[in-house]
């Protein structure tokens, strides 16, 4: 079955990086687009950045710049790097994979930046 672990997240001071990865099974993981999201207390889950299998990209307003998504299809991992974090960026960070009209999550990471 379709499996989706991420890691790398932590406690860091505003200015720092951290860098997420999930760890996919259970698909052909290169032909499929996946995901990074976050949700933070008492908000919704929002898009941070996508990937196509192609390695096409696209990000939301307030972390262009600043993060950066990859993927290595040889070790089905999916990358999340992400430099200047800014308090608001604390949250917890999925993966996500949508196959067919089906979406598969991970667990989540959390992320903290203090000020």
């Known amino acids: 079955q379709v499996q989706l672990v991420e890691s790398g997240g932590g406690l860091v001071r505003a200015g720092g990086s951290l860098r997420l990865s999930c760890a996919a099974s259970g698909i052909i993981f290169s032909i499929y687009p996946m995901g990074w999201y976050r949700q933070a207390p008492g908000k919704q889950r929002e898009l941070v950045a996508a990937?196509?299998?192609?390695?096409?990209?696209n990000y939301a307003d307030s972390v262009k710049g600043r993060f950066t998504i990859s993927r290595d299809n040889a070790k089905n991992t999916l990358i999340l790097q992400m430099n200047s974090l800014k308090p608001e960026d604390t949250a917890v960070y999925y993966c996500?994979?949508?196959?067919?009209?089906?979406?598969?999550w991970g667990q989540g990471t959390q992320v903290t930046v203090s000020s």
């Open positions: 990937i196509t299998g192609a390695g096409s990209t």
């Open positions: 996500k994979v949508q196959i067919d009209l089906v979406q598969f």
